[in-house]
């Protein structure tokens, strides 16, 4: 008797009048959503602009939906293209089915193309997005428990899933919950991935490797315990080779990566340091502007006062006549006639003295 468990949602989908409102799709949605945040506050403190994160991922969501849906439908196409099936279902991508395998790859081409379009080095914006990626991950694998999808092997745990569905062969019971198992494996790749870069400065793509290695370590062990139709090798299901050799890709990318490029970038979007000092200039700019302008009203106030003789301290003589002087040169300057009758005296007192 199960004292406990984890009740499933007697429906996957909503209707706001025509509209369907569907959890698998939400839990896709407010994943992205995530991701660009997070990648987006981590590329600015790598030194990159704001925005440019949303640019990219702009290519990279949709090449990743494409791909995560072709990885399903090729590995599993016996749900489409056997006898009584509909191929029609391998379009419906809101009842299920996203491999991320196919969803990294492709989107990775997406996030190339919108890279190169912006002058961005691609491993740089794959190290910010990493965490933000497993998030997202984290997220989606709810639309699993929407569906009644991806449960493990019968349990009578406090925390095992409660399946109420009978289509596709699925019998009514409770089952370990394999998408909470890597709904919470995911959130602790991206606490691993946000440490290590920290600690170790990871530069290069060596984030977004360590993102792979790790979530692969855990799909390995979750896949395993998972008791959907699924094609084998060798007495493994087929997502368990593919989570095997990626892994071992991941390690070894860290590795010569480490050595053949050790450090992190030093700049990860060009000109954005640029646009920063140039709006520090700008400020600075104004700060001396203002001090100049002061000093100019400053001189002007005591020139007035030096020749109106309003002066509060005690003058200096020297200072009072020679102010007198300037003034009525600067007077004199601006009348012609008078600079021509003061120019012929001052020649006068010349040839006087030198007789």
């Not at 003589?317 to 600079?339: C, F, I, Y």
């Amino acid at each position: 008797m199960e004292l406990a468990f984890i009740p499933s949602p007697s429906r996957g989908v909503l209707h706001l009048g025509p509209i369907p409102l569907r959890g698998y799709a939400f839990c896709i949605i407010i994943g992205v959503f995530v991701a660009v945040w997070l990648g987006n506050r981590r590329w600015i403190a790598r030194g990159g602009r704001p925005g440019t994160v949303a640019d990219i991922a702009v290519w990279a969501v949709p090449f990743g939906l494409i791909g995560g849906r072709l990885y399903h439908v090729i590995t599993d196409y016996q749900l489409y293209f056997s006898e009584g099936r509909d191929w029609v279902d391998a379009f419906k991508i809101w009842e299920g089915g996203l491999g991320i395998w196919g969803a990294i790859a492709f989107g990775a081409v997406g996030a190339w193309i919108g890279a190169r379009r912006r002058g961005v080095p691609m491993p740089a914006y794959a190290d910010a997005v990493a965490p933000g990626i497993a998030l997202a991950q984290a997220i989606g694998r709810w639309g699993n428990w929407f569906n009644q999808e991806l449960y493990g092997k019968a349990t009578d745990l406090p925390w095992a899933v409660e399946i109420t569905s009978t289509s596709d062969g699925r019998v009514p019971g409770t089952y370990h919950p394999t998408f909470l198992y890597e709904s919470l494996w995911c959130i602790g790749v991206a606490l691993l991935v946000i440490w290590a870069d920290r600690r170790f400065k990871l530069g290069h793509g060596r984030a977004f490797a360590l993102y792979v290695a790790a979530y692969c370590a855990g799909r390995f062990w979750i896949e395993y315990m998972r008791v959907d139709d699924a094609h084998h090798i060798l007495g493994l299901r087929l997502n368990n080779w593919t989570a095997l050799f990626v892994f071992l890709l991941a390690v070894l990318y860290i590795v010569l990566s480490a050595r053949m490029r050790p450090g992190r970038e030093a700049v990860v979007e060009p000109g954005a340091e640029t646009a920063a000092g140039d709006a520090g200039s700008e400020g600075d700019k104004d700060a001396k502007e203002d001090p100049g302008a002061d000093a100019a009203d400053t001189a002007t106030e005591d020139g007035d006062e030096a020749g109106t003789g309003e002066q509060t301290d005690a003058p200096d003589l020297t200072k009072a006549t020679g102010t007198a002087e300037s003034t009525d040169a600067a007077e004199d300057a601006h009348d012609p006639e008078d600079a021509k009758d003061s120019g012929a005296v001052r020649d006068g007192a010349d040839s006087a003295k030198k007789g």
